[in-house]
């Protein structure tokens, strides 16, 4: 079984700063990738970055980058410079390849607020 | 050009109604999800269809019945609404699953209220 924490309930960021938002996960899968989606007020989900547990860069999309360490079963996502857009709930997820990333689990999310 | 969608975005019924929400894809996937999303935010997987052949049935009560005539399509009906049945549901879809990198990409949403 694929299990994600997320212990933070919320974080309060100003604009323009860089925000980190931890994962942590627990699973007996050697193969597996790791996801972030950011859901708006609006309600929808976003997508926003992917890790593979064998990629040994971590990786980075704009502005987002995933801090992976695989020892500690981490995936904390960056946010650098901050906008008041990004005020969000963010989620983390799992899923393993055996599955073919079929099966996410998510965690219960982060609500991060961006202030002027 | 939406490339997940759902109608309807907003449902407000009484208990004991059977009621039916769309889900449409046209980015070429394979595989399509159902998701219900708690009022505390909890995201959590119902069903998974490749090709039109359920491939993932969380423990779901069997009022839920999920219905594929397409690769494109997966429509979520719900026999005898109860008042929990209160959520969001998310469909998603991800290209064929046993390759690398399948992203899942989610429509709207469709809240709904049981009343």
Redesign the interface.
Known sequence: AQKITQTQPGMFVQEKEAVTLDCTYDTSDQSYGLFWYKQPSSGEMIFLIYQGSYDEQNATEGRYSLNFQKARKSANLVISASQLGDSAMYFCAMAPFRSGYSTLTFGKGTMLLVSP | DTAVSQTPKYLVTQMGNDKSIKCEQNLGHD?M?WYKQDS??????MF?Y?NKEL??NETVPNRFSPKSPDKAHLNLHINSLELGDSA?Y?C?S?R??????????????T?LLVL
């Open positions: 595989t999800y505390k935010k909890f995201l959590k997987i998974s490749n491939i993932i969001v998310f998603a991800s064929l699953a046993g390759g690398t990198e399948e992203t899942q990409y989610f429509g709207p949403g809240r």
